[in-house]
């Protein structure tokens, strides 16, 4: 089965680093303790795995591209 890669990135005007992503969708996201904000784990991931992380955002600051 094909699967789609999609650049992704988090608007770090809204996110308030609560930890969602890096907790329920490890594979795509980790906290940076310094900063509180998640990083990127990778350039470009499944579209699934980042609807997945957007849906788990309560803010609603994850963006697919
Ligand atoms: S789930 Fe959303 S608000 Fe929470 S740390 Fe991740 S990007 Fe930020």
Do not use: R, W
């Not at 991931?45 to 803010?59: L, R, S, T, V, Y």
Request: with cysteine; proline share 8%.
């Amino acid at each position: 089965m094909e699967t789609t890669l999609h650049g992704y990135s988090v608007n770090p005007v809204c996110c308030n680093g609560c930890g969602a992503c890096a907790s329920l969708v490890p594979e795509l996201f980790a906290m940076d303790e310094a900063t509180e904000k998640p990083v990127l784990l990778l350039a470009e991931a499944p579209a699934a795995a980042i609807e997945q992380a957007m849906a788990f955002c309560p803010h609603d600051c994850i963006e697919m591209d």
